[in-house]
């Protein structure tokens, strides 16, 4: 009896995860398409999202800039050229997918390879130094700087820095994740953010994203 009452829950169980999976599935209409970027980089997105255009890459490379030189802030050595911005077609978005690459030498897989625990925390007291000069001349306000780590990318060490800052258009705070990833000729950079109230629908997506780059 015990038996058939345990084999009993397990199928109710199964059952509950089989139905919020098939709701999740539904809702996030995981349908992906493979877009191939400058430096042989190519990733997959979902088919269904506002690819932005080249002016409005150019118009928030141009905003960023602003808020930087405003705030005293030295960007990376080298050019940073804007490969892709993809925003969920909800409105407001609440998701977004950042790709850009910077022609630098700053750091190599050699200096992510010997970095310390000593030196991830390092770098996030500088990233979180950066963001409070880039808030007080319009940047997004930070409100959690989370450790940074180094995870792998299409077998490469990136840097990973991620933090929580306010929404731009609403109360309602966003976890971002940058990635940094430092390659012969410079380093990717791609960025993923959601909004964490829909953290459930949009953590999977934004994962295969980023297990699907290439380059």
Known sequence: MRKQLRQTKLLLYYLVVFALLGNMAFAQDTSFRRVKLAYGISLDIPSHREVLSQDWRKN??????????????????????????????????????????????????????????????EVGVEVLNTFKKMEASGGPKVLEMQPVRIEKINNRLALAVPYIRAGLKGPAPWQVTQYKIPVSNGFIEITLSHRQSDAILWNPILEHVKRSLRF
């Open 60 to 121: 928030l490379g141009a905003v960023g800039e602003a808020i930087s030189k405003n705030a005293g802030v030295e960007g990376p050595s080298g050019k940073k050229e804007s490969l892709l911005a993809v925003n969920a077609t909800t409105s407001p978005a609440g998701a977004i997918v950042r790709v850009s690459f910077t022609l630098s030498r700053d750091f190599t897989q050699a200096d992510l390879s010997s970095a310390t625990a000593a030196d991830l925390k």
